[in-house]
């Protein structure tokens, strides 16, 4: 009964998060992020690293102030390499933090462009695309190989 509960508490906030980032690309900033702060107090500091990663992801999206966004963009880093665990559930968002790497990278390359700190930009992009061979060959992967490739143009090249 317990896994049950625990695996329907999942459910609500992968569905929260899935809400609040429905009304960010709606365009309600301000709405999505009240939601991820109520989100990110519900499941804190130290709660599933997947849970942390992907609101983190999502929530850097919603920011005004690039340094907020790079502040939360280095959250979702950071959560992603909190999954560690050995239990088949853990090793299954490990993975799937993992394919979340080249994403992860980009964002923060794009951060560090934003505030005029190209070097910084340009290690994380490297990193971002090291972990390139983790997305798969649909869409989201095509997207983000596109923006790495866009993003290096900006850095002049690289």
Request: hydrophobic letters at 40%; a negative charge; aromatic letters at 6%.
């Amino acid at each position: 009964m317990t896994e049950q509960r625990q695996s329907a508490s999942d459910d609500a906030v992968m569905t929260g998060i899935g809400q609040a980032t429905m009304l960010l690309h709606a365009g309600d900033r301000e709405e999505a992020r009240n939601r991820f702060h109520a989100l990110w107090a519900r499941i804190g500091e130290d709660g599933d690293p997947l849970h942390r990663c992907t609101l983190a992801h999502y929530m850097a999206d919603a920011q005004d102030d690039p340094d907020a966004e790079l502040a939360w963009d280095l959250r979702a880093l950071n959560a992603a390499r909190a999954s560690g665990d050995a239990r088949p559930a853990a090793r299954d968002a490990a993975a799937a933090l993992r394919a979340l790497y080249p994403s992860l990278h980009l964002n923060l390359a794009a951060d560090y462009l934003k505030l005029g700190r190209p070097d910084d930009a340009r290690v994380h992009l490297r990193w971002a695309r090291g972990a390139a061979g983790a997305l798969g060959d649909d869409g989201y992967g095509a997207g983000v190989r596109a923006s790495m490739e866009r993003l290096g143009r900006l850095l002049g090249g690289e």
